[in-house]
């Protein structure tokens, strides 16, 4: 098990060098705007650029562009610095980190346990109004994109704005250690509005799946020797989580993406928001740096959920 | 027969399953009894009904929405009409049941002792320390050796017939009355199938339960049956002692079943008789005898008149459903059992007229 996590790790660290070459050339060849112009104010002399280009490093190959930065990251860990602000691309990251783990790693949390129980609810009550209107809101929750279902949420509950006035607008986060109950009040909307989406996808994978177990043949052994339905359903559900658990690894991806939407539309300083700024502003080093976490973050989740799937499945572990 | 009284008797059971091509008759009115601590074998091709009679008799049909009618008498009470909640305590307590593959009735994700404990905690009050020690007793029983280690091991970490075992162990974890055995060595090799059905022989002589054993397998009830029904589309078509029905069958379907399995015996150039055709739908099933499409005995009224299981005459244990006159019957099997074809059969006993 040892070996196998050590050699998951190092095909992370070769994902991770892939991934920042992709995002240096990407950020070269499509037409973002160059850094240099940007910062050189309203109608720049051509020396101004060159000189800008001098001081960020933009004038040397791209390929020598690339391997300061690795040694940067690997000797150092160090990101670089913001081209606007000077910022320490670490240090921007570490203090907006918390604001976008509390985000995601909550909306996790409601996204696995509201999408299993909905969806076991669903398979145990097949085709009646119940699973209907689950597997309806499922579908319509699917369909939205969260930004728009961020809004009509502010619109309907949000104290400023909203028509019942019940739970805190955009921009009210505050961080846990400074106030834990304002910290959850502000996130309830946030949470639930990235949530959705991927609830919904695993309310109907989980009643599926459920479906599937509860037409087996050892559920049919539980319910012969006598056990007790809440029991039967318990062994179904042991098994139909699998296959889904495999999927949490991917998902991540897609709740990291929803993050910048959310935290933009809740006005949460977080990550996303400042990597939605720096893309629009050529920003080059933040971008590169929560590229880079971003990653990072998807390939650890999916090195765990891996360990994780061989605890669940004991023919897996073995084999 | 044994004239005690019976353990199980299941009455005109009918089941009718509702589907989008129309109702599924997979039991269509049988009866038959079990006494303690005999055996009873019900034979039949896939798709007889002999597993839907079983599961119904533990109301392991009614969530698939089944209609049932009829009567499934044990120890005075009428199955069918107990609780859900009443039912449940009988299951895996008073009537147990094992399964044809042993592989896919067990939870492939828990430990073999957590679905033994789990199986006599449902009946039991006992501590989960004493409910281990009962699942490391009966995997000795059952014969797997070293029980205390593989306790803790996973179903696909056993062998097929040890799987089987696991099975057998799980249902006896409360010693019941009555044994369902569903096609239990089907998915084994021929040599653990032996082993498997002299284990529960054994078990049967020392635990002292009854037995109803579901198979398609003549060999197998031909090894463990005190008693044998045959089944062939929802119905019983003849039943008898073990003894009696190899000795001397009254149906033809029966005929058929024994001509077609090979016997060492036999001279290697008696060719096996195939009986002709395909089990019948259960939606539309034949008029008249269900068998007569398929028989080669058929008398032209045999599909208008559907005979009823009525005793052999002279031999009142032995009950057949067939529209076939008993003399003749007894001279086709005559000619059938000196290596005669169905064809040659009929001709030398000529054209059989039904009893009128």
């Known amino acids: 098990m040892l070996r196998y996590i050590i050699r998951r790790l190092l095909i992370g660290v070769l994902i991770l060098v892939i991934v920042c070459a992709l995002t240096f050339v990407f950020f070269r060849v499509l037409p973002t705007g160059n850094p240099a112009l940007l910062r050189a104010g309203r109608d720049p002399q051509p020396k101004l650029i060159k000189e800008i280009e001098g001081v960020l490093g933009l004038n040397k190959p791209l390929i020598v562009q690339f391997w300061d930065y690795m040694k940067q990251f690997f000797l150092h860990l160090n990101l670089g610095y913001s081209y606007y602000s000077q910022e320490s691309v670490k240090a921007l990251i570490t203090e907006r980190l918390p604001a976008t783990l509390s985000l995601t790693v909550g909306a996790a949390v409601l996204w696995v346990l509201g999408g299993l129980s909905v969806g076991i609810i669903s398979a145990l009550r097949r085709h009646t109004i119940v699973d209907r209107l689950s597997m309806g809101s499922a579908l319509l929750l699917l369909s939205v994109p969260e930004f728009w279902l961020g809004f009509v949420f502010l619109l309907l509950f949000a104290n400023d704005i909203g028509k019942l006035k019940i739970l805190p607008g955009a921009g009210s986060y505050v961080g846990l250690t400074y106030d834990p109950w304002k910290w959850f009040t502000s996130l309830i909307m946030p949470w639930i509005v990235l949530a959705s989406g991927g609830a919904a996808v695993y309310a109907r994978l989980m009643r599926s799946s459920l479906s599937e177990t509860m037409r087996e043949d050892y559920i049919r052994t539980a319910r012969a020797k006598g056990l007790r339905e809440r029991l039967v359903v318990r062994q179904g559900v042991r098994s139909a989580v699998n296959p889904i658990v495999t999927l949490l690894g991917l998902e991540i991806g897609v709740l990291l993406g929803g993050a910048i939407l959310v935290e933009t539309v809740f006005n949460i300083p977080g990550i996303g928001v400042e990597n939605f700024k720096a893309i629009q502003s050529s920003d080059f080093p933040v971008v590169q740096g929560t590229v880079l976490l971003a990653s990072a973050f998807i390939i650890v989740a999916n090195i765990v959920v891996d360990i994780a799937y061989a605890y669940l499945d004991p023919r897996v572990r073995y084999s | ?356």
Request: charged share 20%.
């Open chain 2, 1 to 356: 027969m044994s004239a005690a009284e019976p353990l199980l008797r299941v009455e005109d059971l009918r089941v009718e399953f509702p589907s989008e091509d129309g109702v599924v008759h997979a039991v269509d009115g049988i009866t038959y009894q079990v006494f303690p601590g005999r055996t009873l074998g019900i034979v039949g091709e896939s798709g007889s009904g002999k597993t839907v009679s079983s599961l119904t008799a533990l109301g392991l049909t009614r969530r698939q929405g089944a209609l049932i009618s009829g009567r499934i008498l044990f120890d005075g009470q009428d199955l069918l009409t107990l609780s859900e909640e009443k039912m449940r305590a009988i299951r895996g307590n008073d009537i147990a049941m094992i399964f044809q593959d042993p592989l896919s009735s067990l939870h492939p994700l828990y430990k073999v002792g957590r679905q033994l404990t789990e199986a006599v905690r449902a009946h039991r009050d006992v501590s989960k320390a004493a409910a281990r020690a009962r699942a490391v007793e009966l995997l000795g029983l059952v014969g797997i050796p070293d029980s205390v280690r593989r306790v803790d091991q996973y179903p696909h970490e056993f062998s097929g017939g040890m799987r089987q075992r696991v099975m057998i162990a799980m249902a006896l974890a409360n010693e019941p009355k009555l044994l369902f055995a569903d096609e239990p060595t089907t998915a084994l090799d021929v040599t653990v199938q032996a082993q498997i059905l002299a284990l529960m022989e054994r078990l049967q002589r020392e635990l002292g339960m009854a037995i109803v054993i579901i198979t398609h397998d003549l060999g197998v009830v031909a090894e463990m049956a005190d008693d044998i029904a045959v089944m062939y589309a929802g119905r019983i078509v003849e039943t008898a002692s073990a003894v009696r029905l190899f000795a001397a069958p009254e149906h033809p379907y029966t005929w058929g079943l024994l001509k077609s399995i090979p016997r060492l015996d036999a001279p290697r150039d008696e060719d096996l008789v195939p009986i002709p055709g395909t089990p019948p739908s259960l939606i539309n099933p034949p008029s008249g005898c269900h068998f007569h499409p398929r028989c080669p005995y058929s008398q032209p009224d045999h599909e208008r008149i559907d005979p009823a299981l009525e005793p052999v005459p002279e031999e009142p244990q032995h009950h057949v459903a067939c529209l076939l006159e008993s003399g003749v019957r007894r001279s086709l099997w005559a000619q059938l059992r000196e290596g005669n074809t169905p064809e040659q059969a009929l001709a030398a006993v000529g054209p059989a007229e039904p009893a009128a």
